[in-house]
């Protein structure tokens, strides 16, 4: 079975500036989360997103935002970037059959640069 | 809140010396346990999932077990392989899929 995709892999972009990142789960998994991971504050959930709905949320700006699409794939975006967004953007993917407890499996990652 | 604490924040060792990692957590009713390995700039890659006090899995040189408080990460004669930063992370009683600890760095030197 294919692993988790996320594209692009790396990302430079200016302050002030949007992005859109973009996840395929695994084949058959629908829950979908993303996480933010800086040197500092380690990995942070930003939402998750099961059959195309928000279930649950982070505490993150409302800049971050998400959608789900019926193929299960999923994209974030971050709108009017700043210097502090810069990280590594993960997305995971879970089956969800038996609730949260369920392995998330996550992709390569996003490496976001603002500058 | 929930919360979950990793120790050592990193980890020296040579290569054939054992050790353990620590995972200390805070939450009520735990619903499992999630061990991963993360190397720089990639994904972190699963590892163990454990959901009983007393529950052990292996795989290769590492072994996870699991307490009421806490969960080590065991590690065999390792290898300078098996450098790399151990993740642990417990599903929040609120409404975030998992929360995730710091991390222990490990460096394994020949």
């Known amino acids: 079975k294919a692993g988790v995709t996320q594209t692009p892999r790396y990302l430079i972009k200016t302050r002030g500036q949007q992005v859109t990142l973009s996840c395929s789960p695994i084949?058959?998994?629908?829950?979908v989360s993303w996480y933010q991971q800086t040197p500092g504050q380690g990995l942070q959930f930003l939402f998750e997103?099961?059959?195309?709905?928000?279930?649950n949320k982070g505490n993150f700006p409302g800049r971050f935002s998400g959608r789900q699409f019926s193929n299960s794939r999923s994209e974030m975006n971050v709108s009017t970037l700043e210097l502090g967004d810069s990280a590594l953007y993960l997305c995971?993917?879970?089956?969800?059959?038996?609730?949260?407890?369920?392995?998330?499996?996550f992709g390569p990652g996003t490496r976001l640069t603002v500058l | 809140e929930d919360q979950v604490t990793q120790s050592p924040e990193a980890l020296r060792l040579q290569e054939g010396e054992s050790s353990s990692l620590n995972c200390s957590y805070t939450?009520?009713?735990?619903?499992?346990l999630f061990w991963y390995r993360q190397d720089p700039g990639k994904g972190p890659e699963f590892l163990f999932t454990?959901?009983?006090a007393g529950e052990e899995k292996e795989k290769e040189r590492l072994k996870a077990t699991l307490t009421k408080k806490e969960s080590f990460l065991h590690i065999t004669a390792p290898k300078p392989e098996d450098s790399a930063t151990y993740l642990c992370?417990?599903?929040?009683?609120?409404?975030?899929?998992?929360?995730f600890g710091k991390g222990t760095r490990l460096s394994v030197i020949a």
């Open positions: 454990l959901y009983s």
């Open positions: 939450v009520s009713g735990l619903r499992g």
């Open positions: 995971a993917s879970s089956s969800q059959l038996a609730g949260i407890t369920d392995t998330q499996y």
């Open positions: 992370a417990v599903p929040n009683s609120g409404n975030t899929p998992l929360v």
């Open positions: 997103y099961f059959s195309e709905t928000q279930r």
């Open positions: 084949s058959g998994h629908r829950s």
